[in-house]
């Protein structure tokens, strides 16, 4: 798992933001000794205090990334992990014969939207359906359904007319 973090990629990056953590601390060091000297003003004290919070800024977008990464790291380890590897010992479960078993292919996650549009797939397939959207357990007619869709389609049509000005 850690292994991740030793990819080329990884290493380009670790180097990068230390390099980048070190550059904006000895930058803000730099302005500090400025605004001490005699031409020194507030606009170096802002920056002596802007250089550091840059490094921190840096510093912790590392530490998350890296957690984020491990974190994928161990949830696809977890899904490629074999359904049989985990064995119960137990002396009241009988011995039977190995069945040949093919692994369950990993199901991806669903994303937010595509859950959403799941939903609205099967409210849409139990719309007609008693007790589903109507008052209590009445469902809304039909008639009044498609009159209400027809004055929605009316609605959407003036919308989409252009108005003049004058």
């Known amino acids: 798992m850690r292994s991740e973090l030793l990819r080329p990629r990884w ?13 904006s601390l000895r930058l803000g060091w730099w302005q500090w000794e400025r605004s001490q ?16 919070a840059i490094a921190v800024f840096v510093g912790y977008v590392w530490w998350r990334w890296t957690r984020l990464e491990l974190e994928r790291s161990a949830e696809e380890s977890e899904q490629n992990a074999e359904p049989g590897s985990v064995e119960v010992a137990s002396a009241s479960v009988p011995e039977q ?16 939207r595509a859950a959403a549009v799941r939903r609205q797939l099967e409210r849409m397939r139990t719309r007609g359906e008693p007790g589903q959207h109507g008052i209590g357990d009445e469902s809304v007619p039909a008639d009044e359904l498609s009159q209400y869709n ?17």
């Open 97 to 112: 014969s190995p069945q040949p078993t093919t692994p369950a292919e990993p199901q991806p996650k669903e994303s937010a």
């Open 150 to 166: 027809g004055y929605l389609a009316e609605l959407s049509g003036s919308d989409a007319e252009p108005t003049r000005k004058v």
């Open 37 to 52: 000297a005699v031409g020194g003003d507030g606009q170096n004290l802002g920056y002596a205090g802007l250089w550091p």
């Open 11 to 23: 290493i380009l990056l670790h180097v990068a933001a230390v390099v980048i953590m070190i550059t």
